[in-house]
């Protein structure tokens, strides 16, 4: 392990979260509890702010490692529509000495612009380390680096799930996890019900490297988790096929954190293969050069993170894949203690380093016990008893939702935590959100002109596809196809479609989702109404994720030609009430509907809250493709 003094004052960050003329929400990783000032260059004046215990709220996750939650107020607001620079002072050294990797050309520090409107966003989902596809995020760097003007820079980065894949990591990754743990000194914790006793255990376990599934415990049935779940379809740790490596440990998804947004902690270890079989080292080995060309990266995703106010709402793969799927999956995962933890571990995580920055006056119950959590810690050991009643609070918890009132207003649902669950059969898939939620979006909307709405899934997805996932459902495993779609649901896809229609909700609606790998734009007309309301759905996906391109080449087609506008198939559907309207990517060779690159979305919109300009940002470094609509 390193000395405390030899480790880098700052581990990651700063990172821009929730930004309003007079409030800044920031957030940072320290090794220490860092004395921090922030200074603000604005119309020509230089404003500093000490930041003390009431601005920055600092969380011990380790012997070294510090997250420190900024929440600056403003007694005076500050401009719009121009640049603000701003210095991060730790201990009266500025950005430029110790992260220069975050600044732009010839700048001395970074800068952000607080909007009077949206007029132009980026937005995108499902960021895997280790997948083959180009990092998405780098498109967001291309584009500050060419946008001189305030005008010219997006109000905001919408992350719309999938930030982290918590049950699907490569094995160098995970060796790189562990080796971050212990330079860090990462909170060790007890893991009841396990075959192993403790996190050290678990890390030195000789299934710890694509074995995990072999660490699952027994239910009393002497039934296992995955027979308990699959009926004995081999997918191991959960529902996710590739969860060999499924992170565990709170520290363990800490880590990830840490390595997927900042290029500082690589630079911190050397991590070596462990021992493992010879199919094991050629996996291990063709995962390291992915991952290796990922972390080359992260200067610049850093650099975005520093300069763009950076939203974000979980999808399955920050906690687990197919989180809450159906009535039955969670009575099987929160009925273990150990499949408990591993959830509640992954959901701590989310709460401090994305959840916070959305909304951080609903977390101060939160964050206060996740304090008292980590003083408690004995032997660098978190007390077993302190962290299960935090993840019992934290499963129970229902504000992961918010709102910013900007212009259009911009509403995040939260489609994991506030599901309508089937009452008469536990396998069916829950509705995406419960009456309640659903309610409560619509007096969100009630007579606002205009709204974007940010739903991880889409509200109108790829009909064929949706048909498949009902099958799969009618047969009782929803599980092997991913079955989550707003439409599985009979009482929350009519709720919903019905907020679509009601008089006094706006008459522009943008739906931003992402989730499914591909992207698509949809224009949506509710049949034998001339007055509107206008809806489309804008899909990006993934940031660093791609689908299978031969299959979604045939999903393609054949949804062409089985959904076309005069097929009597979309009788059958629940839109059968709303024509669907498919925008044509320009780059498209054979009619394409589906936009299959790895990347991510831009939206322009115009006064009136609508859509004047969609385009994907290619993360190969093809040219952007606009999302074109039909003449």
Known sequence: MLQAGTLPAVLAGPMLRRLEPQRLVMWLMGSRELALTLKLQVAGQTLAFPLAQAQCQVVPVGRHAFIHLIDLPLADALPQDVMIGYDLLVDGTGIAEWAPHLLYGNADTPGFVLHSRIRQLVH???????????????CVDRLLASAPTPAERPALLMMSGDQVYADDVAGPMLRA????ITCLGLFDEYLEGAVVDDSASLYGHRASYYHRADLLPALDSNETLRERFFGGVKKPIFTSSTADNHLVTFAEVMAMYLLAWSPAPWRLITPQPPQLSADEQHRYAR???????FRDGLPGVARVFAHLS??????????????????????????HPFSKRIIGNALLAYLLCQGWGNQPEVFDALVAQTQALAAQARGNHLDAAAQD?????LLKFQQWHYRLPTTPALVVLDTRTRRWRSEFNLKQPSGLLDWEALSELQQQLLDHPSAIIVSPAPIFGVKLIETVQKVFSWCGHPLLVDAENWMAHRGAAQVILNIFRHSRTPGNYVILSGDVHYSFVYEVLIRHRNAGPNIWQITSSGIKNEFPPRLLEWFDRLNRWLYSPRSPLNGFTRRRTMQVVPHIPEHAQAGERL?????????????QGQPEAIYQHNADGKPRTRMVAPK
Not at 313 to 323: A, G, M, P, R
Not at 389 to 393: G, M
Not at 595 to 607: D, K, L, M, R, T
């Open 124 to 138: 995108g989902s499902c960021r895997k380390p280790h997948h083959p596809a180009d990092e998405g995020l780098l």
């Open 177 to 180: 996890i562990h080796a971050l």
């Open 287 to 293: 995962e390291q050069v992915q991952l290796d060309r």
């Open 310 to 335: 950076t939203l974000m709402i979980f999808d399955d793969h920050d906690i687990t894949d197919d989180w809450n799927l159906s009535a039955q999956w969670e009575e099987t995962a929160y009925g």
């Open 389 to 393: 009643a935090l993840l019992e609070a």
């Open 595 to 607: 936009w299959n690159s790895a990347g991510i979305g831009q939206v322009f919109f115009n006064e």
